[in-house]
Nanobody, 123 residues
Framework: QGQLVESGGGLVQAGASLRLSCAAS????????MGWFRQAPGKEREFVAA????????YYADSVKGRFTISRDNAKNTVYLQMNSLKPEDTAVYYC????????????????WGQGTQVTVSS
């Protein structure tokens, strides 16, 4: 089945940067698109970014475009989310997901999810 494990979350001040990692184990996802989603307290899970199997095609939510960058290293079976210029409204649990043939913002298309990593941005 496989497993996704996120890391890299933490508490930072507004304007700082963080890099999240998502390591896949148990099976390879080199042919699958991968995505990042987030969920803030009291809110629904929302799409953040997605990337195709090769890393050539990326897709971002408008709220993070220009500040966040998704990338992947298929040799390491790992996906990254570089987050710059963080804002308090970026505070959420960030989830990595895998599965679809093409990058998409539709959570239902992803078949495997990580446990999440907390990102807290103070003002």
């Amino acid at each position: 089945q496989g497993q996704l494990v996120e890391s890299g979350g933490g508490l930072v001040q507004a304007g700082a940067s963080l890099r999240l990692s998502c390591a896949a184990s148990g099976r390879t996802f080199r042919s699958a698109a991968m995505g990042w989603f987030r969920q803030a307290p009291g809110k629904e899970r929302e799409f953040v970014a997605a990337i195709d199997w090769s890393g050539a095609s990326t897709y971002y939510a408008d709220s993070v475009k220009g500040r966040f960058t998704i990338s992947r290293d298929n040799a390491k079976n790992t996906v990254y989310l570089q987050m710059n210029s963080l804002k308090p409204e970026d505070t959420a649990v960030y989830y990595c997901a895998a599965g679809p043939a093409f990058p998409t913002n539709r959570a239902g298309r992803y078949t495997l999810w990580g446990q999440g990593t907390q990102v807290t941005v103070s003002s």
